[in-house]
């Protein structure tokens, strides 16, 4: 079994299994986006918990949001991007398509030149098959993200975490193999806008310095006064009802 291509052996259940974790507890969360009416979830968490008995909850977590235009998106989205960062985005003629995905698990026996190279007295040396290890799976992460992004029918992507985990066994007495898993998540993008202008009005800030030497709230109030402008097009809702105002949803397998 592997997970990819190549001369690694990998984990391919496993890593079909957290594949489909993962994207239940998105498709869950977007369900019941789209009970609330929303276009689409931002500020998206996603978290992965270790129970007993090598059991695990994919949980994702995110904040719905709706337009406060007649026109709506053909489908709900989700990003891991702020909603600051999103508004940003739409000002600069791209859309948020929903989170891309690339995980990727290789493993790699020890032979006599790694065993040889790590040992003490193999002194300040690399080890080269633990760099091939590492290098190999994050490619092929990287690669896999790449998929993801053209599934979704977006032309970019912005990515937020790129992880790297290794651990080693011994299957038997004398031999020792190495497992590389490497993860790598983001926001899928797509343009909507091309001219020179910014298809969007402008957005709201209050700058955080004192506008006087006082610095009192009678001139911090005056400088929210002039600073104010409409409020960006869209506004928050809550996925459930808790005090974040967030939907936590949980997959365990």
Known sequence: MTSSSGGFSGYRPYVDALYRGYGTAITRMLLEARSMA???????????????SGN?????????VRAESATRPARLFSTELAGQDVAKLLRAGWVPAGIALGISVAIRHDDW???????????????AGYTELVSHVR????????????????????????SLRI?????????????????????????????????????????????????????????HRRCRAPHPRGRD?????????????????
């Open 38 to 52: 929303a276009d689409g979830v931002v500020d998206v968490r996603l978290r992965v918990n270790h129970l007993d």
């Open 56 to 64: 695990r909850e994919f949980v994702a977590l995110g904040t719905a």
């Open 113 to 127: 030149a790694t065993r040889r190279q790590s040992s003490w007295g193999a002194g300040n040396v690399e080890v």
């Open 139 to 162: 490619a092929d992460a990287r690669q896999r993200f790449h998929r993801s992004v053209a599934e979704l029918g977006a032309d970019g992507a912005i990515a937020s975490e790129l």
């Open 167 to 223: 651990w080693e066994i011994e299957p038997s007495d004398g031999h020792r193999d190495h497992v590389a898993e490497s993860t790598m998540f983001g926001t899928a993008v797509a343009r909507f806008h091309r001219a020179a202008g910014p298809p969007t009005r402008s957005l709201t800030y209050l700058p955080l310095r004192d506008p006087s030497p006082s610095g009192g709230p009678d001139d911090l109030a005056e400088q």
């Open 237 to 253: 809702a809550p996925a459930r009802g808790d005090e974040a105002g967030a939907g936590d949803h949980a997959v365990h397998l």
